[in-house]
Every structure is written in C-alpha cells, then in structure tokens.
C-alpha cells in the first residue's frame, strides 16, 4: 500500500484549495481513508475520514461544513475539498489509511508523506 499526497499550497484566508492522496494497492471496499494535519506546535489533528465500503465521512469540529471528503474511484485518490479557509487551517496535512469499515479506526497503518497548506490572511 502506497499513499501520496498532493496540492497543497499557499491561499488566501477565505479561499478554497483541494489537495489529494493517490492510492496504490488500496481496494477502498476494505479500507477506511482519511486525513490529519499538524499545525505548528499542536498535535497530529484527525480532520476527516471516509470509509470506501459505504462511502460514511466523518468530520472534526473545526473543519465540518467547510471541508469535504470525496474517492475518485477512477483516478484512485482520495481528495479533501477545503473551502472558507482560516489562517488556524495552516499545517502539514497528511493522509492515512486502515484496513477498517470504521472512521473512529482510522489511526494510520498506513501513511502518505506530507503537503504543507500555509492559509495567508
């Protein structure tokens, strides 16, 4: 299993960025996929999750109504739509996979490196 995540970037306060995680050997029936995020001096944050077999999403608090989770099954990739972005957004975002039909599961067996999202005001 291979994860790699791209997109990520720097944006305006208010704007919208989507950045992605292609997947190799992944079959999302089996799979729950999702993202974290470290921002500067916080801990690893679980921002969404989605899980292949029944397409279940779950979302943290601070992202929810404004981040969206989505499996592009014909480009194996799993992006995360991220809208009315805030100057807190800012972190290394990074995306994970478990074998699970589970979002509370999702802990990172397996990890794609890192894309760095800086949200300017």
């Known amino acids: 299993v291979q994860l790699q995540a791209s997109g990520g970037g720097l944006v305006q306060a208010g704007g919208s960025l989507t950045i992605s995680c292609a997947t190799t050997?992944?079959?999302?029936?089996?799979?729950?996929i999702g993202w974290f995020r470290r921002a500067p001096g916080k801990d690893l944050e679980k921002v969404s999750c989605i899980v292949g077999r029944d397409g279940t999403v779950s979302y943290a608090d601070s992202v929810k109504g404004r981040f969206a989770i989505s499996i592009d099954n014909a480009k194996r990739t799993v992006n995360l739509q991220m809208a009315s972005l805030k100057l807190e957004d800012t972190a290394v975002y990074y995306c994970?996979?478990?074998?699970?039909?589970?979002?509370?599961?999702?802990?990172?067996?397996?990890w794609g490196q890192g894309t760095q999202v800086t949200v300017s005001s």
């Open positions: 994970a996979a478990d074998v699970s039909d589970k979002c509370w599961a999702l802990r990172g067996q397996y």
């Open positions: 050997d992944v079959i999302f029936d089996h799979f729950v």
